[in-house]
C-alpha cells in the first residue's frame, strides 16, 4: 500500500501517469508497504497468462527475490523510476524515504532493484548512470544501503501512517535498527540470484 498522502497525477507524454506527494513526507518515513491485496505471480503462473496480462505485469510488477512478479493492487504501481530516486526498498518489505519529499513531487524508485529483465534507458537526469541494468542492486546496494541507514536514523522521529500495516516483529527491527541495537540487513537480500 502506498503512503496516504500521496496522488496520482499525469506527469508528460515520454513519462505518462506518476505517483505526487499531495503532503510533506520527511525522511525516514514509510512510503510503501507490500500488502495482503498486492498480487505475487509465479513465473509458471505469469507462463499461463494470455498476452494481455503478461504485457500489464511486464509493465507493472516488480520481481521479488524468489523470481515471482508481485503486482502492486493501488496506485504504488504508478512509481516511476529515477537515478536520484526519494524512496528505497528495504529487505523487510516495505519502503522508506530516503529524503524529505515536498508536495507536488514525485515519488520515485530506482528500479535497478526491481530485479528487472533487460536494460532500459532512463530520462536523463544529468547522473552519471544512464541505464537501468538487471545487476544494478549488485553493483549499488552499499550506496543504497547508506542512504537505508541514514533513513532509518528518523524511522521512530516521523508520523509512519503505514505503521498498522507493519507486523509487530518487523516494526521491533526497524527500531532497533534505528537505535544501532542489530544491523540493517542489505538491500541486497531482494536480488534474485538465478536471473
Given at each position: 500500500?502506498?503512503?496516504?498522502?500521496?496522488?496520482?497525477?499525469?506527469?508528460?507524454?515520454?513519462?505518462?501517469?506518476?505517483?505526487?506527494?499531495?503532503?510533506?513526507?520527511?525522511?525516514?518515513?514509510?512510503?510503501?508497504?507490500?500488502?495482503?491485496?498486492?498480487?505475487?505471480?509465479?513465473?509458471?503462473?505469469?507462463?499461463?497468462?494470455?498476452?494481455?496480462?503478461?504485457?500489464?505485469?511486464?509493465?507493472?510488477?516488480?520481481?521479488?527475490?524468489?523470481?515471482?512478479?508481485?503486482?502492486?493492487?493501488?496506485?504504488?504501481?504508478?512509481v516511476n523510476h529515477s537515478f536520484r530516486s526519494n524512496c528505497l526498498t528495504t529487505a523487510?518489505?516495505?519502503?522508506?524515504?530516503?529524503?524529505?519529499?515536498?508536495?507536488?513531487?514525485?515519488?520515485?524508485?530506482?528500479?535497478?532493484?526491481?530485479n528487472i529483465d533487460r536494460p532500459f534507458r532512463g530520462i536523463d537526469e544529468g547522473t552519471?548512470?544512464?541505464?537501468?541494468?538487471?545487476?544494478?542492486?549488485?553493483?549499488?546496494?552499499?550506496?543504497?544501503?547508506?542512504?537505508?541507514?541514514?533513513?532509518?536514523?528518523?524511522?521512530?522521529?516521523?508520523?509512519?501512517?503505514?505503521?498498522?500495516?507493519?507486523?509487530?516483529?518487523?516494526?521491533?527491527?526497524?527500531?532497533?535498527?534505528?537505535?544501532?541495537?542489530?544491523?540493517?540487513?542489505?538491500?541486497?537480500?531482494?536480488?534474485?540470484?538465478?536471473?
Open positions: 500500500m502506498i503512503h496516504p498522502h500521496t496522488e496520482i497525477k499525469y506527469i508528460g507524454e515520454e513519462i505518462g501517469y506518476g505517483v505526487i506527494a499531495t503532503d510533506f513526507i520527511p525522511k525516514g518515513t514509510i512510503t510503501w508497504v507490500l500488502d495482503k491485496f498486492d498480487r505475487e505471480f509465479t513465473p509458471a503462473e505469469f507462463d499461463e497468462l494470455e498476452p494481455i496480462y503478461k504485457d500489464i505485469l511486464d509493465t507493472y510488477a516488480y520481481k521479488n527475490n524468489q523470481g515471482n512478479l508481485v503486482l502492486c493492487w493501488d496506485n504504488a504501481r504508478f523487510y518489505n516495505f519502503e522508506l524515504a530516503v529524503r524529505d519529499i515536498h508536495p507536488g513531487e514525485q515519488l520515485t524508485d530506482d528500479y535497478g532493484y526491481l552519471k548512470r544512464k541505464t537501468v541494468y538487471p545487476n544494478d542492486l549488485l553493483k549499488y546496494h552499499k550506496v543504497w544501503d547508506a542512504q537505508l541507514r541514514s533513513a532509518f536514523g528518523n524511522f521512530s522521529k516521523v508520523n509512519q501512517p503505514l505503521r498498522s500495516l507493519i507486523r509487530e516483529d518487523v516494526w521491533r527491527t526497524a527500531l532497533q535498527i534505528e537505535n544501532g541495537e542489530i544491523e540493517m540487513q542489505s538491500i541486497l537480500t531482494n536480488y534474485h540470484f538465478n536471473q
